[in-house]
Structures are given as C-alpha cells and as structure tokens.
C-alpha cells in the first residue's frame, strides 16, 4: 500500500454505484468536494445492478452488492499517482480480480468493520448476516467457491452459546494452550445468520446494516414502528454472556 508522511493527510475518494450503467465510479475529494467535478469508473464489466458499496481502508478492498445478480463481490483497489510538470494526479484501478463472496441472496446493502467481517441484511429472507474475514480469506486463497459457503443460522448460534455458558468455557490460559494460534471461534467457513425474522421479531424486512465490531445496527423497512425503525444486536450473539449483559436479542436503537 502507498506511504503517506505523518504531517499529511491520505487522499480521500468517494465511491458510487451506477445501477443504470452497471458501474462502481469514483471521484477524489478534497474538504468534501470533487477535485476535478467529474466521476471515474473503476469498475465497468462484471456486474448487472450494482447497488450499496463499502470500503475496507484496513485491507484496500472494495465490496460490492449486487442486487441483480444476487451476490456480493470483492475488488481489490490500487492507488495510481502520476507527477507531470509539477502536478501529481492520482487514480484508482482494482486488481482484475472480481471475488464472489456470496450469491443468492436479495440485498441493496453491505457494510465492513474494522476486524474485516462483512454484514448484509437479505431483504427476502428477512435475515441479518455475516461473512467473518477468516471466511472471505479463504476464499481468496481458493479453498472454497462462494457456492460452497454453509449457512449457520441464528438459532445453531444460541445453542452454541448456551452450551458455552453451561460448560463454563473461557479464554483462559488451559483454552489458550490447546488453540495457541488463537483461532476466532467462527474460523470455519460459513455465512453467519446473526438475526433471523423467525426466530428474532426486530427483524422486519431489514434494509440498511453497519456495525462498529461490536454492535450491529439495522433499519427495518417493515413494521418500524412496532419492531423498531432502527436496531442495534451483538456482532457475536454466538459469545457467551459475561457480567450484567442481558439477553442475546437485539432491541430499538
């Protein structure tokens, strides 16, 4: 990734989708406005109806979710700089590579933490989820096709917790001894349900979904007004419960 000296700020880009154009444009900004009044396409083939984007700064990835295709990509994004006559212009180009992190699924929106677990809300099966970085790790390495992802659903994920908090089980030093490279729990590669409609009623057609890497806020689209307009969950409800946290269900914002 390019070097930026301490006393100077990195250059800001503002990323869009073009469902009408299928294409994920750019622009740089500088104190919030376009340097140049024009959009830049970084991404012009692939895609059918690209809707909601989230950038990972960590990692330098782009994420795209595609409503007409179904499914969520991955692009890595590269910073192009050129200096003629004195003036730098900068760019931005992905790598060429276009990764399927998941297909199947009715979404216009994605969102990245900075532990670089995605988050989508599936409109139609009325669930909120998310794709642990361990999981989009392998599948950029090629173990696994977004096909082959095993989907754990909310209730697996309560009963694993409940099973943790009867069989007492800690990060203590004997669990750090027998997992040294001290593995995330969700390591195997799965689409984690965290919220279902079923199961949890402040899930009501859900739409926009962000999380801090710790709580998980959503928007549902249906029933606002008696589910709650805005929610906010755990990112882990699998955890057991420690101290005076109460419950695994999310609640009003």
């Known amino acids: 990734p390019p070097f ?3 006393q100077l700020p990195p250059p800001q880009f503002l990323f869009a989708s073009s469902p009408k154009e299928k294409k994920i444009l750019y622009t740089e900004l500088k104190n919030f406005k376009s340097l140049t009044g024009r959009t830049f396409a970084l991404v012009d083939s692939g895609l059918l109806e690209p809707a909601g984007v989230a ?21 890595r994004v590269i910073i192009q700089t050129t200096t003629y006559e004195k003036v730098t212009t900068r760019s931005l180009v992905t790598d060429g590579v276009q ?41 950029a390495e090629g173990m696994y096709q977004c096909g082959d992802l095993q989907v754990k659903s909310e209730q697996a994920l309560m009963e694993e917790a409940e099973d943790k908090v009867e069989s007492g089980l800690s990060q203590t030093a004997a669990s750090l001894q027998a997992n040294p490279q001290g593995d995330r729990p969700d390591a195997e590669a ?19 979904v962000v999380s801090d890497s710790y709580r998980l806020y959503w928007t549902n689209m249906a029933n606002g007004s008696e589910a709650g307009t805005v929610c906010a969950g755990r990112v882990d409800p699998e955890l057991p419960l420690v101290g005076n946290q109460s419950g695994f269900l999310p609640v009003p914002a």
């Open 4 to 6: 930026y000296a301490p």
């Open 55 to 75: 950038f990972d700064n960590q990692g330098g990835f782009l994420y795209v979710a595609d409503r007409g295709l179904k499914k969520i990509f991955r692009y």
């Open 99 to 139: 990764l399927c992190i998941v297909q199947g699924i009715n979404t216009d929106w994605v969102s990245v933490d900075d532990s670089g677990d995605i988050f989508f809300a599936d409109s139609v099966g009325n669930t909120i989820n998310r794709v642990p970085k361990d999981t989009i790790d392998r599948l």
């Open 190 to 208: 799965v689409i984690l349900q965290l919220y279902e409609g079923d199961v949890t009623p402040q899930v009501t057609v859900p739409g926009g």
